[in-house]
């Protein structure tokens, strides 16, 4: 089997990696970035609030990426999925990766950018609405159903917020409670901005005969017409890599995220973590960020190292 050796290996070529893959390719490293081709947004025709994309295709603008990078001799981008990595057993440090084709490679460094999964709530006909009449963030996606009729599916009590901001955009939101206890203060807060509370389950989302949202059905028969529909899905960071590392996390609402510092440096040495991966909140602006960041993180230590070498060799050229 192929065993090639490189400076960094990045796992994940959606907006962090393939940004971290561009200022190490400008800083000359030899970049393997694998990736196997499911950005979380795939699910959306349009993306938002991207400067200078505003609207676009989020895989228009991954294209995009992949095409610049050609520009750099030193980066290859493979698609693939990586299966499992380990440490080296060597004195420096580096990590080995095998690639569900069996290919196995090495490297100084490596970032995972490998994104979260969406765990929707299991209502029947709510997946195939995913992304296109189902949303989960009011800045991605609020503003193009600014005065309509907005569902928005509680997965808990704290939803009330998410319910609040969509108020924002539109003054016909109906929040369905699907069982939660909600805080008298959030009840208040709902009533007093005019957002509709149904205490009756939602049972199924409904679609229309061309393709299109019709609407909800409550467990008792009713069916609500609506125009969009907002969850909050529970995110799953897909970090099996992450966890065969041992990287350190921390449990956050009821989430496990990997603890980075602010360059997305893990507690492993030489293993960084970025984009969604490390944190929900990371929008496409915010992932591309923390890629940027990754990757001169991961250049400086390189350096660092580079220059403990060049000390070292010195020295012993010297004695
Ligand atoms: C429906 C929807 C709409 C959205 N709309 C917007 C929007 O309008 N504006 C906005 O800013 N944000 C939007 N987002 C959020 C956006 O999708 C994320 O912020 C962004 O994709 C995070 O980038 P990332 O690089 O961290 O992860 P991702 O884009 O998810 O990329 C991770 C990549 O890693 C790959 N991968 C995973 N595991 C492996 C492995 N083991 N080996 C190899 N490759 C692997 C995946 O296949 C994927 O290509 C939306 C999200 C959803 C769900």
Redesign the pocket.
């Known amino acids: 089997m192929q065993r090639t050796e490189w400076d960094v290996i990045i ?8 940004s971290a893959a561009l200022m190490l390719g400008r800083s000359r490293r030899r970049v393997l970035v ?8 795939r ?2 025709a ?5 400067l200078g994309r505003d609207h676009s295709s ?1 895989l228009d603008l ?1 294209a995009a990426g992949r095409a610049e990078l050609t520009r750099y001799d030193d980066v290859v981008i493979e698609s ?4 499992s990595a380990a440490p080296l057993d060597t004195e420096a440090i580096g990590f080995e990766v095998v690639l569900e084709s069996g290919e196995r490679h090495t490297a100084r460094r490596m970032l995972v ?4 999964r ?1 765990d929707l709530p299991d209502l029947p006909g709510l997946a195939e609405e ?2 296109r009449n189902a ?3 009011p ?3 609020g503003w193009e159903v600014r005065d309509r009729r907005i569902a928005m599916i509680a997965t808990d009590a704290s939803n009330t917020h998410q319910a609040q901001l969509l108020r924002q955009l539109s003054p016909h939101v109906t929040f369905y409670t699907q069982g939660a206890n909600l805080p008298d203060a959030a009840r208040a807060g709902l009533e007093a901005r005019g957002i509709a509370i149904e205490t009756r389950a939602v049972v199924e989302v409904v679609g229309d005969d061309e393709g299109g949202l019709r609407g909800i059905r409550l467990d008792d028969g009713t069916e609500h017409e609506a125009d969009s529909i907002f969850v909050a899905p529970r995110p799953v960071p ?1 970090d ?2 992450l966890r065969e590392l041992r990287a350190r996390t921390m449990r956050q609402n009821g989430v496990d995220w990997v603890l980075v510092d602010p360059s997305g440096r893990t507690n492993v040495p030489g293993l960084w973590a ?4 490390a944190t929900a909140a ?6 591309m960020a ?2 940027n960041v990754a990757g001169t993180g991961i250049n400086g230590d390189l350096v660092e190292e580079d220059i403990r070498e060049a000390v070292a060799a010195r020295a012993s050229d010297d004695g």
Do not use: K, Q
């Not at 796992?11 to 393939?18: C, Q, T």
């Not at 349009?46 to 991207?50: A, L, Q, R």
């Not at 693939?80 to 299966?83: K, P, S």
């Not at 990371?282 to 992932?287: D, F």
């Open positions: 796992v994940g070529g959606g907006s962090a990696g393939l694998v990736d196997g081709g499911e950005p979380r947004n699910f959306a349009h993306m938002h609030g991207v989020p991954l693939g999925t990586v299966v950018a490998t994104g979260l969406d995913w992304g949303v989960s963030c800045y991605c996606d897909n099996r890599l970025a984009g969604n991966i990371s929008s496409v602006p915010v992932a923390a890629g």
